[in-house]
């Protein structure tokens, strides 16, 4: 993000949060990020609920605080969360978010598009291990008609914060495997594929390590 924002470029952030705490997320990117503005930010539902499931993680919040950085330091950069509110429907969430995604899309048309979100989210294949029909947010957003690269990670083992099951309890630091590495051999950055994976992946995002982020 901010090294297409530093070319002038706009970038618009798409963040796995909730649409609805775009409300308390435009006034933090707008604020110093001081500690009072991190706790009007934080204070929502979606930050202080039992079930933590990585996506209102510590390194998160770190994520909007950077972000908050650059739009301070003068980069055309905006956020916007586009996971379903809690009162919506989750029986497809996948298509909800795509749909969600591909609506900013068509009103920013000038402007680039980078999204963060779970590695099955990002799958542009149909099917899964446990549902042969299953259609990840990456192929409605293909089939939705809009040109998207989808990234698969590289990186070493290392650990996460995964939740296993529907309860609070379920959810904690993981170990984690090795993926496939950069064709180069780096152990940090993008490179394009020569062809996509089996997931539709174009190319992987690496980094150096893999640590797990605490709510």
Known sequence: VCSAASTGRTVEVGLE???????????????EGGSSDIEALTASEFWTREYQDGRSSQ????????LRELRTAGLPVDVF????DPSQDSAD???GMADNIATHVRAHPRTLTMVL???????????????????????????????????????????????????????GIRQTGATEPLPS?????????????????AGLYATPGLTASPP
């Open 117 to 171: 979100t779970g590695e099955v989210h990002a799958w542009k294949t149909r099917g899964a291990p446990w549902k042969a029909e299953f259609l990840p947010m990456g192929w409605h957003i293909a089939e939705a008609g809009l040109p998207v690269r989808s990234l698969g990670r590289a990186t070493p083992k290392g650990a996460a914060w995964i939740c296993t099951g529907a309860t609070a309890d379920s959810c």
């Open 185 to 201: 051999g780096r152990t940090a950055g993008v490179e394009l594929l020569p062809g996509p994976t089996a997931r539709g992946y």
């Open 17 to 31: 949060i909730p649409a609805v705490e775009r409300a308390s997320i435009e006034p933090f990117l707008a604020s």
């Open 93 to 95: 969430r996948d298509k």
């Open 59 to 66: 390194a998160m919040l770190d994520l909007l605080g950077r």
């Open 81 to 84: 969360p586009f996971d379903l």
